[in-house]
């Protein structure tokens, strides 16, 4: 038994936030992998289903995030489980947009629903850092973090829940490794008709044919490669 929590504050008025991203990814979760309908258990939400050979209960604190952690605690307690059982899919300013790391343990960086989890749960947890990028200034990440994302974002935050939801049973099972390159193969697919061993850095990536750099060379330049 493992429980997956995504971090979030409840209400429509929030749902769109960039703060919101750990619910929506339990959210495509729970909608991929068939888990039961959503039900208020443990100061929160909860869905119960399978990963793969694995039992694990989706979960939504609803306290609001500065709060989490007493939601997170209570489900913890209640099946007799501990930290290395819990993983929790947050929000991350410290990561680009659309980037995701999977860690265990480690400090909470400022970010509220963290801290009251460690306070809750201790820090031995799995997190799934959910990149959101950061506003430049600290004083602006208040607001920036309590906006809804932008419509521009909406391709690589699909891509991104996609990705999540279809190497979740790789996450359940262990394999973190696996998990991240099932998000990075829907974050950046192979191009049609293309294998992915052509794609080598430099040339194809520039976009430009690889006989471009000859074209460019004077015709002395041309008549010295001859001598050579």
Do not use: C
Not at 70 to 90: C, N, W
Not at 164 to 189: Q, S, Y
Not at 208 to 224: G, I, S, Y
Request: proline share 5%.
């Amino acid at each position: 038994m493992q429980i997956f929590a995504g971090l979030g504050n409840p209400g429509a008025k929030y749902a769109g936030n960039r703060h919101n991203i750990g619910y929506m990814a339990v959210d495509r979760i729970a909608s991929e992998h068939g888990f039961t309908p959503w039900k208020a258990r443990f100061q929160g939400e909860v869905a119960e289903g399978r990963l793969g050979t694995d039992k694990v209960l989706l979960l939504k604190p609803t306290t609001f995030m500065n709060l989490s952690g007493q939601s997170v605690g209570e489900a913890m307690r209640y099946y007799k489980l501990g930290p290395a059982d819990i993983t929790v899919f947050h929000d991350e300013l410290d990561l680009a947009p659309g980037k995701l790391r999977v860690k265990t343990g480690g400090g909470h960086a400022g970010h509220n629903g963290l801290r009251s989890i460690h306070q809750h749960i201790g820090e031995s947890y799995r997190r799934v850092r959910l990149g959101i990028g950061h506003p430049g200034r600290k004083e602006l990440v208040s607001g920036y973090v309590l906006q809804d994302f932008a419509k521009a974002d909406q391709g690589w935050l699909d891509d991104l829940l996609r990705g999540i939801a279809e190497g979740a049973p790789e996450l359940a099972a262990g394999h973190a490794d696996k998990f991240m390159n099932a998000v990075a193969r829907r974050m950046a697919p192979a191009r049609e008709g293309v294998p992915a061993a052509a794609a080598k850095p430099g040339k194809a990536s520039t976009g430009k044919p690889e006989t471009d750099e000859a074209e460019d060379r004077t015709p002395l330049q041309k008549l010295m490669d001859r001598f050579r």
